[in-house]
């Protein structure tokens, strides 16, 4: 019921920044939390962040932990992510997906429990 789809990726140099946003369409966001994904060329899809529903409670990786930043606008059906001091290890495509599941707070959801996903954007930190 729910669709995705993320913008805002590119080519950014070490140190830079770049915020993603995801627009959805098709039901009110604000049934779901947030999560956003990345994966590089021959890798697994990690876990970046989420961001719950209602209370809006946060969660990132260590490996971006103070350098991301997620938010949202449920009223303009919006999920952002802003991400500063880029590296080129930050290098993949970046996903939103969704979850209905009522997430408290602490460790974010699994990788599984998001039924819904974006097709993805490109971020490539390289100077």
């Known amino acids: 019921q729910l669709q995705l789809v993320e913008s805002g990726g590119g080519l950014v140099q070490p140190g830079g920044s770049l915020r993603l946003s995801c627009t959805t369409s098709?039901?009110?966001?604000?049934?779901?939390?947030v999560g956003w994904f990345r994966q590089a060329p021959g890798k697994e899809r990690e876990g970046v962040s989420c961001?719950?529903?209602?209370?809006?409670?946060?969660n990132y990786a260590d490996s971006v932990k103070g350098r991301f930043t997620i938010s949202r606008d449920d009223g303009k059906n919006m999920v952002f992510l802003q991400m500063n001091s880029l590296t080129p290890a930050d290098t993949a495509v970046y996903f939103c997906a969704a979850t209905s599941i009522h997430w408290r707070g602490t460790d974010c959801p699994g990788e599984t429990e998001y039924r819904y996903w974006g097709p993805g954007t490109q971020v490539t930190v390289s100077s």
């Open positions: 961001i719950g529903r209602t209370h809006y409670k946060t």
């Open positions: 098709g039901f009110p966001l604000d049934y779901y939390a």
